[in-house]
């Protein structure tokens, strides 16, 4: 008998496409929409050579999110954008769990865990208001025309930080200015290096002052743990790094979606008890952190694909939060929709663990935005926004906004 010859494969995808449609911002790239709704798991060829895969559906990348048999090791992973210098990611600094495995991740994990509580969200949840009215009204002094980045998204979230890990008062002001640079555009890679070491030191210095003089926050319970004062700080540096950058794009971004969307900025004003499910439609429609990594530790088939050990998958989340399978008329950005079982957040032993914080900032921070504001819009032309296109994270670097000046 005749043996079937297997059947041919199609030519790997060349790479990671990246591209936005023109003139829409806050859409994926248009051939991811393609690919996943034909090929959800595609082969993609990597910067470096690599063969690996690409998946963009989203109920194949809840399942590999969810499946132990894939790593998150740096040092397993093929990266899908070359990061110039850079051929293999070095292992995870200590206390950078997105970047380790089981059991060592599931150890750090618990311990922080136990940190993000009810009573302690609660209580971070009365300071975010607070934050966020004493920054509206020092935008209000200095009057329309400015950068809503600078003035509002990016030191909102610093201060919460702050709150969380415990930073005392004075020197809350050196920490943000130092933070800014890391984020910030203006400063160059050597300044951001060092502002970001700096931090770094800051925490560690932190560590010792707060077991021998504990606070009310998470730094200073962890020092009643069994870490050494180096994990203490490791963890205190991570949070700071997974905590800022991300809130505070979602806070520049979804302001910027709703300017774009009046009609939704005009609801969310009308009804502030909408908060919650419109925040969930913002994480869901903008998908800041548009991919996650990952790489088989053995063989696993994945809806009768064989992924072969060793072999990298690109987790493109910002084309499964837009897949018509899950959410009906997926490219609307529509805050009255229930937009749960996004995966803004990543799925699986690594899903988000600040994400009740962020959900409490985002909540608080846009309804007061333009409740303060209700004559908000931007200051240039929608396409002058400069964007985050070559960003790991996607967002804005500013966002030029002016109101009307009797307000406020
Ligand atoms: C992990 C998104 C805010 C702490 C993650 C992951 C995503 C994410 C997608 C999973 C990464 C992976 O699978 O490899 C976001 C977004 C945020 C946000 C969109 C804001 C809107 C925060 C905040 C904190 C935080 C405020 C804490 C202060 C963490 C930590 C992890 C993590 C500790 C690692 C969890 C682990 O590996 O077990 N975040 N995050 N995040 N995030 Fe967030």
Redesign the pocket.
């Known amino acids: 008998a005749q043996a079937t010859a297997p059947r041919p494969e199609p030519d790997p995808l060349p790479g990671l496409p990246l591209s936005r449609p023109e003139g829409c911002p806050f859409d994926p790239p248009t051939e991811l929409a393609r690919l996943r709704d034909t090929e959800p798991l595609r082969r993609m060829r990597y910067p470096d050579g690599h063969l690996g895969w690409l998946a963009t559906g989203h109920s194949v990348i809840r399942k590999i999110?969810a499946d132990r048999r894939f790593s998150?090791r740096y040092e397993s992973l093929h990266l899908p954008v070359a990061i110039p210098g850079v051929t293999t990611l070095p292992p995870a600094t200590l206390g950078d769990?997105?970047g380790i495995d089981p059991p060592e991740?599931t150890r750090y994990?618990r311990l922080?865990a136990g940190n993000f509580t009810v009573r302690r969200m609660r209580a971070l949840t009365a300071r975010v208001e607070e934050i966020a009215a004493e920054h509206l009204d020092a935008m209000e002094r200095q009057g329309p025309d400015l950068d809503l980045v600078a003035a509002y998204a990016h030191p909102v979230?610093a201060l919460?930080?702050c709150e969380?890990l415990g930073v005392p008062e004075d020197e809350r002001e050196g920490f943000r200015n130092r933070a800014a640079t890391v984020s910030g555009t203006s400063a160059t890679a050597e300044e951001q290096y060092s502002a970001l070491t700096a931090l770094g030191e800051f925490v560690r210095e932190l560590v010792p002052v707060k077991r021998a003089a504990p606070t009310d926050d998470l730094l200073s319970d962890l020092t009643t743990t069994d870490l050494t004062d180096e994990e203490v700080a490791g963890l205190g540096s991570?949070?700071l790094a997974?905590?800022?950058d991300?809130?505070a794009n979602?806070i520049a971004l979804g302001a910027f979606a709703l300017l774009n969307h009046p009609e939704q900025a005009a609801a969310l004003r009308s009804d502030p008890g909408i908060a919650d499910q419109a925040v969930e439609e913002l994480?869901r429609y903008l998908s800041?952190?548009h991919t996650?990594v990952r790489a088989a530790l053995e063989d696993v088939e994945v809806d009768g694909t064989l992924i072969k050990a060793g072999e990298t998958v690109t987790l493109s989340?910002q084309a499964a939060n837009r897949d018509p399978a899950r959410f009906t008329d997926p490219d609307t950005l529509d805050l009255s929709r229930t937009a749960t079982g996004h995966l803004?957040?990543?799925?699986?032993?690594?899903?988000?663990?600040?994400?009740q914080?962020?959900r409490v900032?985002?909540r608080v921070a846009l309804p007061a935005l333009f409740t303060r504001f209700p004559s908000l819009r931007l200051a240039v032309p929608p396409e002058e926004v400069p964007l985050r296109d070559d960003m790991n994270l996607y967002g804005a670097h500013r966002l030029p906004v002016t109101w009307d000046p009797t307000e406020g």
């Open positions: 999110g998150s769990l997105t991740h994990r922080l979230p919460m930080i969380l991570f949070l997974a905590g800022l991300t809130t979602m994480l800041i952190g996650g989340v803004a957040f990543g799925h699986g032993i690594h899903q988000c663990l600040g994400q914080l962020a900032e985002l």
